[in-house]
């Protein structure tokens, strides 16, 4: 589950992204009990996502930066994420004809997945 979590979380064009990536931050808080891993999903989250059409997503993500504070990981590793919200999207580049008349990606499984 984590690997779907991790590849759709990383597909801003794919719908449903926003929520698996807050998804695996819950797993990592909850399950892993990684909090930096966590911080450093919600904060990708709040980056990757924060274009007005995933509000609620992106509000969650901001309630759980708060409630991990504590466990803010060094400011090198979120300056990276900042400089490049969409530096692990495998999805990013690929062609517009690669979309389907749903605009689904076609050449990236993880959309097809997404969109069952």
């Known amino acids: 589950a984590r690997a779907l979590l991790v590849g759709a979380g990383r597909r801003r064009g794919v719908e449903g992204a926003c929520d698996a990536a807050m998804a695996l931050a819950e797993l990592e808080a909850r399950d892993r009990v990684d909090l ?5 999903e919600a904060h990708r989250v709040v980056r990757r996502f924060d274009d007005g059409a ?3 997503c992106v ?8 409630m991990l504070a504590a466990f803010r990981p060094p400011a090198a590793v979120l300056a990276a994420i900042d400089a490049d919200p969409d530096a692990d999207d495998p999805s990013v580049g690929l062609e517009a004809s690669d979309e389907d008349d749903a605009g689904v990606r076609t050449s990236d499984p993880f959309a097809a997945w997404a969109s069952a």
């Open 36 to 40: 930096p891993a966590a911080y450093v």
């Open 54 to 56: 995933h509000a609620d």
């Open 59 to 66: 509000d969650r993500a901001r309630a759980m930066l708060a």
